[in-house]
């Protein structure tokens, strides 16, 4: 009995903490039409219990704010949300004129919470975190810059080509530089996952600049010649990681490089050698990254109901075209069209509704729109 006893505790004791599901309060609104009561409360409801998901998730970028066609985003609540929430409770509901307002106390399981917002992740939308160390009496200080030269570049190339970039400095409140270092050290991003799911990222740029003043001011470099500035090497270590299906962080690319700066005084030389850095290592840096969207991206076909003519097949790949991401549109025919986009189907179709199109049908390789 006693090692029975003993058996079980320590079952209970390896237990995760986190299968224990976590309980939230939250609150959702929905579309009264027509005095449809029923109807309105469980589309409020069904948008409290996917709050209460993301909350759980620790996601602060939340879906309503990406996607804007209700119905797309009831859809996707529905099959993402399923078997997530274990109880439910209604403590408080409100109608309106024009809508219904429900109040619930939600217990989510955390870590099903966080495979349901996975699959809404965003490709384009990279997470950067590059702090370079300073200098104090010409050594590498303890403390370090969370933006600079190098960041503003890659920041800014990112930012050009259509992404969305997420800042993880510790002035956000996301991740200190000796967590960071860490990770790097021991190339172990467990602690990197909650801010993957946090800022619905799937990119995540990783890296730390160590400065090193190589020559002073002042010394003698030979044949009676003072160096008339201060020269610094910067050196550059980082990791370039993405997500799997299953949500777990990967990487996609290592690697170090250096660049030199010249200056009368250490920091200018030191901000002067992170600037060539950057030209030297943003180009290399985005080569990757778009290969990796590259990979990523899939064939939609695109039926636009309505459309007799080639004039009109032309005025609709147009509107397609202006559509973020897609690429490589192949007519298949009058209204019919195949194209690349490498996010989720849901942000295609999000971004048709945007465009002017009505959502007919959806699915993952296949949407039937019309033109409003």
């Known amino acids: 009995m006693r090692y029975l006893l003993l058996v079980m505790a320590m079952i209970a004791a390896a237990t995760p903490a986190f299968a224990k599901p976590v309980c ?11 005095g449809d009561r029923a109807s309105a409360k469980m589309e409020a409801i069904s948008r409290a219990k996917w709050s209460a998901v993301e909350q759980v998730a620790g996601v602060d970028l939340k879906s309503r704010t990406i996607v804007s066609d209700s119905v797309l985003l009831e859809d996707m609540i529905s099959s993402q949300a399923r078997g997530v929430v274990t109880s439910l409770q209604v403590i408080h509901e409100q109608q309106g004129s024009d809508s219904f307002r429900v109040r619930v106390k939600a217990c989510v399981e955390p870590s099903q919470a966080r495979e349901a917002v996975s699959p809404l992740a965003l490709h384009s939308t990279v997470a950067v975190f590059v702090p370079s160390r300073k200098l104090s009496g010409g050594k590498a200080a303890a403390n370090s810059d969370d933006s600079g030269p190098f960041t503003e570049a890659i920041n800014n190339a990112l930012i050009q080509r259509g992404f969305t970039v997420k800042d993880l400095a510790e002035g956000n ?3 200190r530089a000796a967590d960071l270092e860490r990770a790097m050290k021991s190339d172990n991003f467990l602690s990197l996952r909650s801010l993957a799911y946090r800022f619905k990222s799937n990119t995540i740029l990783i890296g730390r600049i160590e400065p090193t003043l190589s020559t002073n001011k002042g010394d003698d470099v030979g044949y009676g010649i003072s160096m008339p500035f201060n020269k610094v090497t910067v050196r550059l270590t980082y990791r370039l990681l993405t997500r799997d299906a299953k949500g777990s962080l990967i990487m996609l690319a290592a690697g170090t490089d250096e660049a030199v700066g010249l200056a009368p005084h250490a920091e200018d030389a030191r901000n002067a050698a992170l600037k060539n850095l950057a030209e030297k290592t943003v180009p290399v840096l985005m080569d990757k990254i778009n290969l990796r969207m590259k990979e990523l ?11 007799t003519t080639p004039e009109e097949t032309f005025a609709a790949r147009d509107q397609l075209q202006q559509i973020t991401w897609v690429s490589d549109i192949e007519d298949e025919g009058i209204g019919r069209f195949r194209l690349t986009f490498p996010e989720n189907p849901l942000y295609l179709a999000n971004g048709l509704t945007q465009k002017g199109f009505r959502i007919i049908s959806f699915a993952q390789d296949a949407i039937k729109v019309r033109r409003r």
Do not use: N, P, Q, Y
């Open 173 to 175: 409140g996301s991740l």
């Open 24 to 34: 939230v309060e939250t609150e959702g609104e929905g579309a009264l039409v027509r």
């Open 297 to 307: 991206a899939h064939k939609v076909i695109i039926t636009v109901d309505g459309i």
